[in-house]
């Protein structure tokens, strides 16, 4: 890899530390950071999707976060895209690349030669899908693609209707499932990506997930979410986001308040527990537990890592 652009890449589930530890490991490589989630994309999803403050970045400069309307889509191959290019231009100006976030897929697309399928779509069958969803719900659509590709069933949730149809559409088309013409099953690297996950005991984490979700609400999060209902931002990918759809079923009358909120605690969960089924069997990750160790310890056993792979930590990091 002598002559491939270094990356540090951070990865873990939802509220494990992975903002506050990038932060600090961009101020420490000269680094910049681009963000690897699939929600903080849009604008005006802040609270919900836990994005980055100004005065959380402590002047470290951020890409690919807050720039689309909640009405626009956003595939991996734009992600893939851009990312890229956000790569190149970060590494002109002499600076460390580092992507940070939750959505595997994304990073992985990024990281390695993703290989989407070249298949035309057929829009009679999209159509077709779509209305079969709309009838019968996300569920009995996703169990369709189970009962064809259990792999993509796993890695795609059944809100993700979107993508379930583009998986159900390619095996219909090419007889091929879409789990074997997205991925190789042994990736080939672009880049000399450091990829550092971090992980926590899950009671632990569970605990941290249910606290961050009552810190939303006291910071308005119900407002917000109000605020995009009102505004008519409705079936489009940016609201089926954890935190937003279930406040929406409370918004139109099918959840009580508390039973949204208890929702969202429940699939934030459950979302963390994918997260971490995802990267431990789709990348080759160095894993840092997070639990009960004090922060700056483990910022040091990181910031050696990177030091014993070629990275220049200035020693006041040290």
């Not at 005065?55 to 890409?63: A, M, Q, R, S």
Request: charged content about 30%; glycine content about 6%; aromatic content about 10%.
């Amino acid at each position: 890899m002598v002559n491939m652009q270094k990356v540090i890449v951070i990865v873990g589930p939802t509220a494990v530390g992975k903002t506050k530890l990038s932060i600090e490991l961009a101020k420490a490589v000269d680094g910049e950071i681009i963000n690897g989630d699939a929600t903080q994309v849009y604008k005006e999803l802040n609270i919900g999707a836990a994005k980055v403050t100004e005065e959380e970045k402590e002047g470290i400069p951020h890409h690919l976060i807050d720039f689309l309307d909640p009405n626009d889509s956003f595939t991996v191959a734009d992600f893939q895209t851009l990312a890229r290019e956000k790569i190149k231009e970060i590494a002109n100006r002499g600076k460390i690349p580092i992507i940070v976030g939750g959505t595997g897929l994304y990073i992985q697309s990024v990281l390695t030669k993703y290989e989407f399928a070249e298949q035309e779509g057929d829009e009679l069958l999209r159509n077709q899908l779509e209305g079969f969803a709309m009838a019968f719900g996300n569920k009995a659509l996703h169990d369709q693609l189970k009962e064809i590709d259990p792999e993509s069933a796993k890695q795609i949730h059944m809100n993700n209707v979107r993508r379930v149809i583009r998986a159900i559409e390619v095996f219909k088309l090419t007889g091929q499932k879409f789990s074997e013409t997205a991925f190789k099953k042994e990736p080939e690297y672009l880049y000399d990506a450091e990829i550092i996950g971090l992980s926590m005991d899950r009671e632990l984490l569970y605990n941290r997930i249910n606290l961050r979700v009552d810190l939303m609400l006291e910071e308005g999060l119900v407002d917000e979410a109000k605020m995009l209902y009102d505004k008519g931002i409705r079936n489009c990918q940016s609201v089926q986001a954890i935190g937003y759809k279930e406040l929406y079923d409370y918004f139109d009358g099918s959840l009580t308040k508390e039973e949204a909120i208890d929702l969202i605690k429940q699939s934030s969960r459950r979302y963390a527990k994918r997260q971490m089924t995802w990267f431990r069997n789709k990348m080759s990750i160095h894993w840092f537990d997070m639990d009960g160790h004090n922060f700056d310890i483990k910022k040091l056993e990181i910031l050696a890592l990177l030091e014993g792979k070629g990275y220049f930590i200035s020693n006041k990091y040290m």
